[in-house]
């Protein structure tokens, strides 16, 4: 995190307590304090070298370096992290296709004759309920792909919409002869 004091120029901050009155030793004091500061980091618990203070990273310096040191590597958008979409701009359908085919994935496997209705409820709540769960916390999606999400439980339970607000229990599904 930057703080105000970050942004300091040395030289300004010197002007100052000058232009204020402060004696020139204290002046100097302050000078060898903010300028000739040695740093070390601590990595997995150790101290790992020290490094004087400066500002920013040298004129130059190869871009490999850093990514190798940082462990970052340049992506463009849109991408993927940790299953939730990173994009820049208008949220798209089609940026939350990963979480549509991972649903349909699950419901691929399930073979739906050998479960009774209510196993079948258990997983649909339990299992198709919880895979977007992460994603709906980090990222808002767009209406259509909630309306997808939703849908995938209601035909594996024997459950259509078929008109607007008309809720249809098809009994073939659910009843079985034996």
């Known amino acids: 995190m930057e703080?105000?004091?970050?942004r300091v120029e040395w030289p300004f901050l010197l002007f100052i307590l000058r232009h204020f009155g402060f004696?020139?030793?204290v002046v100097d004091i302050v000078f060898r304090l903010?300028?000739?500061?040695?740093?070390s980091v601590l990595v997995n618990g150790e101290a790992a070298g020290f490094f004087k203070s400066?500002?920013?990273?040298?004129q130059g310096y190869p871009e490999q370096m850093?990514?190798?040191?940082?462990?970052f590597h340049r992506q463009f958008f849109p991408f993927t992290y940790l299953g939730a979409p990173i994009y820049k701009g208008r949220?798209?359908?089609?940026l939350f296709d990963g979480i549509v085919a991972k649903m349909q994935a699950h419901l691929g496997h399930w073979s739906t004759k050998l479960?009774?209705?209510g196993g079948k409820l258990v997983l649909?709540?339990?299992?198709?309920?919880?895979?977007?769960?992460?994603l709906l916390q980090v990222v808002n999606p767009p209406k259509a792909v909630l309306t997808r999400l939703g849908s995938f439980a209601t035909p594996f339970c024997g459950i259509e919409w078929r008109e607007a607000h008309t809720l249809v229990i098809l009994l073939d599904k659910l009843c079985f002869s034996t």
């Open 115 to 117: 479960l009774s209705f």
């Open 3 to 6: 703080k105000a004091y970050d």
């Open 34 to 39: 903010v300028s000739n500061n040695w740093f």
């Open 23 to 25: 004696a020139e030793h």
């Open 91 to 94: 949220r798209r359908n089609v």
């Open 54 to 58: 400066s500002q920013g990273v040298r």
């Open 124 to 134: 649909a709540r339990h299992v198709l309920a919880s895979l977007p769960m992460y």
């Open 66 to 71: 850093v990514t190798r040191v940082l462990g």
